[in-house]
């Protein structure tokens, strides 16, 4: 299949760069597919009691972490990755910069896990900066563009910030909102950045594919599409926020799950079908998994009771959240290191036990009775997909390019 | 029958590509909602209550059958309105003086509002079945017959000298040329003329018929039960988005592929 063939215009002229340092996504993807793994075994513990820095807030550290630990690395892998790419201009972050944001996520996991040994502020101002250094990095390419065409991507960002400084807030008592409905808004707003995301990631993939077969047709992935799912997301989390299980909320999930099923048209193209093409069912999985998130909220709460909620938001969690990050961290890896994309077996696999491991957390919706062994397999089997992908990639990420381009 | 496969073939895609409007149609739901929310039921039913009483509907005996008398109404006066409008808008269309004799005398239909046509059907032909109809056709008639009489008089006269110097036969002119242009203007047009049906039907029948979805409606309105009457407007609402998107859309879209 295809590689990457835009890239940079210019890269930085520092000596001795370690290619682990040398693009942004190979650091973070060396750390983070074994930091998922670490943290599912971490988070067993603590779930059985054998530790627990956390005291009587674990169900809130557990989605923080996820959102702004893991979620944040994703985040820094695809601005450190795209924007040089998709504003040619920007000088890619490498090196020695690069080790330092590095140390300073490192330390900000470090700091998570020590929270009960370290003052909360400290957590939060370790945790905190990380963002703003993202955004301070991506600010004047992506939101002082004058044609504005990746401007939400840096609205989103600075969203983050402000809910997860809201979120610390909340935990230190400087603020009355209950920390889980913040959380619940910043899963709503990752669900919008994976959307902006995978706009320009279908883009890139698709077409290179195309290309790279000889397919004599364009992919677009369509503005409206993905601006009334966005929208529709949005106004979830607003309402969500503000009056809770509202039966107008039941409504808005219905229409998020359509638009986001609508934006699967995109792959209706003209005179070639590229539909059953491996790459087009990996990455429309993650909008199925999404859709079916706030169909089944939606439902719930206008036919339910409202309070299989938590169960439903796997959907986008474990599902649309985990999913993503494995297909990013696939596709970056193999276009980003200079090789074309393909397909094979062990991700077929990896898909299908994102898949297995959403069904099996989602269907303790149904059978609280074996919600525990539930639990324990959909965890075992959402790590396996990250340990295939460490375990096939860390040479790529380990070595130079193969055609030759620095990065 | 390439033509009927090809509409068939693209269907599941069309179907699917109804997902963004299906996404508006749930947030209008869901502005309905806290309509409700801040007035209250009688004032404006929950959407969700309303559903249910449309889904009521389908297990209560009399309501469908006024359901099936209304449908039955509107189809058997759009059907006639499609029949006379287009067999006199093709004839307008190919006579100038039809065209120009016809005219102001379309303006007039249009511009009589059906209400009057109510009124005077109920003074004709008292209440019942056939002031309804008359209603649907004299409302409907216009609309398609402009759509004929345009489709007829806009084909280029280029185009017609073309097929002529190839000396094209009749069969082929009606094939190539006539038909595909001709279906472009008169198909929307008949879209138009459905939908206008829908709604004179129920009206007509509110005003001079004691059966039918508009009767129910005028039953419901004096029982000040809103959520039924709101649930009728559902109905044909929905039955009308039904034959016009998922029926009707996907031909007129092939019919009109050749102008791209």
């Avoid at chain 1, 603020?175 to 910043?186: G, R, S």
């Avoid at chain 2, 007509?204 to 004691?210: G, K």
């Avoid at chain 2, 109905?235 to 009109?256: A, D, T, W």
Wanted: one cysteine or more; a negative charge; proline letters at 4%.
């Amino acid at each position: 299949m295809a590689n990457a063939t835009k890239h940079y215009l210019h890269y930085p002229e520092e000596e001795n760069v370690p290619i682990y340092l040398a693009y942004g996504f190979r650091p973070i993807f060396l750390l983070l597919a074994p930091y998922i793994i670490l943290t599912a075994i971490m988070w067993a513990f603590v779930w059985a009691g054998v530790v627990n820095p956390f005291g009587n807030y674990l169900l809130e550290w557990h989605i923080y972490e996820y959102l702004f630990g893991v979620g944040l690395a994703g985040i820094m892998a695809f601005v450190f990755t795209g924007v040089p790419e998709l504003f040619p201009g920007v000088v890619p972050l490498i090196g020695k910069k690069l080790k330092y944001v590095m140390l300073l996520w490192i330390a900000g996991r470090i700091s998570f896990w020590m929270i009960d040994i370290l003052p909360l502020f400290l957590v939060a101002l370790i945790n905190l900066s990380l963002l703003v250094v993202v955004i301070a990095w991506a600010f004047k390419p992506v939101v002082l563009d004058p044609l504005q065409r990746h401007s939400s991507l840096g609205y989103a960002l600075a969203t983050m910030l402000i809910v997860e400084g809201w979120f610390y807030g909340s935990m230190m008592g400087i603020f009355e909102t209950p920390a889980l409905e913040i959380l619940k808004a910043a899963l709503g707003i990752m669900m919008i950045l994976l959307l902006l995301a995978l706009r320009r990631v279908n883009m890139e993939v698709i077409n290179e594919i195309m290309e790279d077969e000889g397919m004599d047709d364009k992919f677009f992935a369509k503005p409206f599409r993905y601006n009334l799912a966005i929208f529709s997301i949005a106004l979830f989390v607003a309402v969500e926020f503000f009056y809770g299980t509202n039966s107008a909320l039941g409504w808005i999930g219905l229409a998020a799950f359509a638009a986001i099923l609508g934006i699967l048209n995109d792959y209706n193209l003209e005179f070639e079908s590229i539909i059953f093409k491996p790459y087009t069912i990996y990455l429309s999985s993650i909008l199925v998994l999404m859709a079916c998130g706030y169909g089944f909220m939606g439902a719930d709460i206008l036919y339910g009771q409202g309070t299989l909620q938590n169960h439903f938001r796997h959907f986008l969690s474990t599902g649309a959240f985990g999913l993503s990050f494995y297909m990013v961290m696939v596709i970056v890896s193999y276009v980003h290191t200079g090789r074309k994309l393909q397909s094979n077996y062990w991700m077929v696999l990896s898909v299908v036990l994102i898949f297995v491991a959403t069904i099996l957390r989602v269907s303790i919706a149904y059978f609280p009775e074996a919600a525990s062994s539930l639990y324990v397999l959909s965890s075992i089997i959402w790590v396996l997909p990250f340990g295939v992908y460490y375990w096939q990639f860390y040479r790529y990420l380990l070595l130079p390019r193969a055609d030759g381009v620095k990065g | 029958m390439k033509f009927i496969l090809k509409v068939l073939k693209d269907f599941p895609w069309f179907l699917w590509s109804g997902w963004g409007a299906v996404a508006s149609i749930f947030l209008f739901i869901a502005l309905w909602d806290v309509g409700y929310q801040f007035y209250g039921d009688l004032v404006l039913p929950s959407p969700k209550e309303t559903f249910s009483a449309v889904i009521g509907f389908f297990g209560d005996e009399d309501l469908m059958k006024d359901m099936v008398l209304t449908l039955t109404r509107a189809i058997i006066g759009f059907a006639a309105a499609l029949v006379i409008g287009s067999a006199l808008g093709l004839m307008a269309g190919f006579f100038a003086t039809a065209s120009i004799m016809s005219r102001p005398i379309v303006t007039i239909l249009v511009g009589m509002p059906p209400i009057a046509w109510v009124v005077l059907a109920m003074i004709w032909f008292g209440m019942g079945d056939t002031s309804v109809i008359f209603t649907v056709v004299i409302a409907s008639f216009p609309i398609v017959f402009v759509g004929a009489m345009q489709g007829t008089r806009t084909i280029e006269g280029e185009l017609k000298e073309m097929v002529d110097s190839f000396g094209l036969s009749l069969w082929q002119k009606f094939t190539n040329l006539y038909f595909p242009h001709i279906f472009s203007y008169i198909f929307p047009a008949w879209v138009s003329g459905l939908g206008m049906s829908w709604k004179i039907v129920v009206m007509a029948e509110l005003l001079s018929s004691s059966d039918g979805i508009g009767a129910a409606l005028a039953v419901a309105r004096s029982q000040l039960d809103t959520t039924v009457a709101l649930a009728l407007v559902v109905v044909m609402i929905g039955s009308l988005l039904f034959l016009e998107y998922i029926v009707l859309e996907p031909i007129k879209k092939e019919v009109e592929a050749w102008r791209d």
